[in-house]
């Protein structure tokens, strides 16, 4: 499956993003999509994941409650609202598919199988 990321820019401490990924294929609605970031020196992190239908989310404890995930699967598309952007929310984010089938959300880069380009979301203070 391939998978395009948009919608990051540079925006200032306290704004919203929305990033978008778009999966090629047929099979978008079995997959679980997560959200990861890197910063600049930085190891790859989880931000956020949500089962194939939605019934189930996870996030990193940095994003809770100011980043919502969320999906359309007549789209193939899964999305990332970000609120009250912060400085330390400076990274490129990547959006990944698993394509296994697993009992809980995957929230680990390694049991994700495609990875989109990327794209970069820069708060400034």
């Known amino acids: 499956v391939q998978l395009q990321a948009s919608g990051g820019g540079l925006v200032q401490d306290g704004d919203s993003l929305r990033l978008s990924c778009v999966a090629s294929g047929r099979s978008f609605s079995s997959y679980t999509m997560g959200w990861f970031r890197q910063a600049p020196g930085k190891e790859r992190e989880f931000v956020a994941a949500?089962?194939?239908?939605?019934?189930?989310?996870d996030y990193a404890d940095s994003v809770k409650g100011r980043f919502a995930i969320s999906r359309a699967n007549a789209e193939n598309t899964v999305y990332l609202q970000m609120n009250s952007l912060k400085p330390e929310d400076t990274a490129v984010y990547y959006c990944a598919a698993d394509l296994g089938r697993r009992a809980r959300v995957a929230v680990f880069s390694y049991e994700y199988d495609s990875w989109g380009q990327g794209t970069q979301v820069t708060v400034s203070s």
């Open positions: 949500i089962n194939w239908n939605g019934g189930s989310t």
